[in-house]
């Protein structure tokens, strides 16, 4: 499912047009990645949290040359599946969590 299918299913569900649906979730993303690149968390219960995470500088190779290379430290964005959404996706492992 791409952006407009989202928009789509949003409208039909919610009976609005395509695009109010489209400039909704317009909103909701630029939301998220707004609040994530300041460094901020957006958590959604039930579906999961969007922050962000330091990656430590670390040595890489370079196949094609055969050399070692410095990789320098960087922030990348992270979504942290919620146990509803884990629980949807694989229901078994939902059990066997909740067995122990």
Do not use: C, W, Y
């Not at 109010?20 to 579906?47: D, H, M, P, Q, S």
């Amino acid at each position: 499912m791409n952006r407009l299918e989202l928009a789509e299913k949003i409208a039909t569900q919610h009976d609005l047009s395509k695009a109010e649906a489209a400039r909704i979730l317009a909103t909701i993303t630029e939301t998220i990645v707004t609040t994530v690149k300041k460094g901020g968390t957006v958590g959604i219960v039930g579906f999961g949290t969007f922050k962000q995470v330091s990656r430590a500088a670390r040595s890489g190779f370079n196949p094609s040359k055969g050399t070692k290379i410095k990789i320098p430290a960087s922030k990348v964005p992270k979504f942290v599946p919620g146990a509803g959404f884990k629980a949807a996706v694989d229901p078994k492992a939902a059990k066997r969590k909740a067995a122990k």
